[in-house]
């Protein structure tokens, strides 16, 4: 009699997705709600028409890939004979991925960077209590066998804090710790969110998705490996299928995610809250970041934010509402231009301080031409990869073989194909300008940033023993060398 609310969503990704009651009673909350008004990719919206998704589909798609998921292990290990999953496990699993985007703010990604005191996943975490606790769902959730440990380990699927000592989890033991591969993989990335939104934004950007998650749940099982630890494996076979899920990550960043125009409209809407995060504005109980500590504030805050400033008659709102509006009449930050990065061999974090030390002058030099401000001037950097940084995320992976199914083992690049990259990250650097800005001034701006940026970054910046227009580096080299950009 308690499976009797099963529900069915009819999904334009998954098709026919069924739902435990819990889920739903959990969908039909309003801090779940909220989600169908932040847009799934933020500013892109106003780039791609197609981008119209939402996180509340987005959420119910990894809610559902996560029970598939684990239910595809359950049923592969029973066979076999092993118990490694139980009921509570897969509950606890679809709830986490169900949950694990309740602390996105407006615009998604966009909204940290306003507000950087805490993460999505720290709000998640405290929206997903709050969620239980206003609605009373505790007497529920234990009706259906999930007690505080559950909720522990739910919370942690979502968002861990790294811990000392050999098991940082509290939820679950080491003898599951492949678990907690299932929504949010730290160990490779590889987990149910992006198999879920590399479909669903392929889909709405109409890109081509070459990645396939059924085949990857088709072959995929738990074996020990090397640290004695049990994780995710998939068949040695399927090794090119993920070097196409990692390179279709990297095409929707290059694509869509990093366009040009949809960074110009972030940094637009970016600045316009950054106007206001302070000020308490009308209908709305506290200030941006007043709320992010108080969970029923938060649940006020989606993208309609933007129209609030928008029709707002706010003095205090004034130059926000400016910005906004040149979004609406497409009046953008204009794009100067950019490049791809040719890094040296040398300490990343020599590279990044080189960079923004470049910044202030470039900024200050491109001001006076035009009699503007240092600050009418955004350079951004634009970092790209795999999903490891500089690593390929591949070798971070476990494997299995038909001849040995219960052994995990790693396969080298080498072992796999000759034509595989070499290099998994690459760095651009941007200029905008903030002003509107007539033809001719424009052009005389983008040769500038050409002369003086761009062409110096694509040749690879290299060592020199003079001191002429170098930079000192003092730590990782030697310090008689200087750096040269």
């Known amino acids: 009699s308690l499976m009797k ?41 106003f780039v791609y028409p197609g981008a119209s998704h939402n996180r509340f589909e987005h959420s119910l798609g990894v809610g559902y890939l996560a029970g598939e998921l684990a239910q595809a292990l359950k049923t592969k290990h029973d066979n076999e004979g092993e118990n490694l999953i139980d009921e509570k496990d897969i509950l606890s699993v679809q709830i986490a991925g169900l949950c694990h985007d309740l602390g996105h703010g407006p615009f998604s990604h966009m909204f940290e960077s306003v507000c950087p005191k805490k993460k999505h996943e720290q709000i998640s975490i405290e929206m997903f209590d709050y969620l239980v606790e206003e609605n009373g769902l505790k007497p529920l959730m234990k009706l259906y066998g999930l007690c505080d440990p559950d909720l522990i380990f739910i919370k942690e699927m979502i968002h861990s804090e ?187 974090n020599i590279f990044v301080k080189l960079i923004s030390q470049k910044k202030i002058e470039w900024k200050k030099k491109l001001a006076e031409p035009l009699r503007l401000k240092p600050e009418d001037f955004e350079t951004v950097n634009v970092t790209i990869n795999y999903g490891m940084k500089e690593r390929n995320p591949i070798e971070t992976m476990y494997f299995y073989t038909k001849s040995d199914p219960q052994k995990a083992v790693k396969l080298p690049k080498e072992q796999v194909s000759h034509l595989l990259p070499d290099t998994f990250s690459e760095t651009f650097i941007r200029v905008y300008c903030k002003k509107s800005l007539q033809p001719d001034e424009k052009k005389r701006l983008e040769n500038w940033c050409k002369e003086n940026i761009f062409e110096p970054l694509q040749t ?22 200087h750096y040269i950009i």
């Open 5 to 45: 609310n099963c529900k069915v969503f009819n999904d334009s990704v998954h098709g026919h997705m069924e739902f435990h009651p819990l889920l739903v009673k959990i969908i039909d909350t309003p801090q779940f709600q909220r989600l169908r008004y932040i847009k799934q990719l933020g500013g892109a919206y």
């Open 162 to 348: 790294d811990k000392h000592g050999n098991w940082p989890h509290e939820g679950r033991g080491e003898d599951k710790s492949f678990l907690y591969e299932i929504v949010a993989n730290k160990t490779n990335g590889v987990d149910v969110d992006k198999f879920d939104y590399f479909a669903r934004d392929c889909h709405h950007l109409g890109m081509q998705n070459n990645f396939d998650y059924r085949r990857f749940l088709k072959f995929a099982r738990v074996c020990e490996a090397e640290d004695g630890k049990k994780h995710i494996c998939i068949r040695d076979k399927e090794v090119y299928n993920m070097y196409d899920f990692f390179h279709t990550r990297y095409c929707l960043h290059r694509r869509a995610y990093q366009h040009r125009v949809n960074k110009a409209i972030e940094i637009m809407i970016r600045d316009a809250l950054s106007k206001v995060k302070d000020i308490k504005i009308e209908g709305f109980e506290k200030t941006l970041l007043e709320s992010i500590d108080d969970m029923a504030a938060y649940t006020k805050l989606t993208d309609c934010l933007l129209q609030v400033i928008l029709f707002s008659t706010d003095d205090n709102l004034k130059e926000a509402k400016e910005i906004i509006e040149r979004i609406f009449s497409r009046d953008l930050y204009v794009f100067l231009g950019e490049t791809l990065v040719v890094e040296s061999k040398v300490c990343k």
């Open 460 to 481: 690879r910046l290299s060592f020199c023993n003079c001191t002429l227009n170098c930079i000192t580096v003092t730590s990782c080299v030697p310090q008689t060398s």
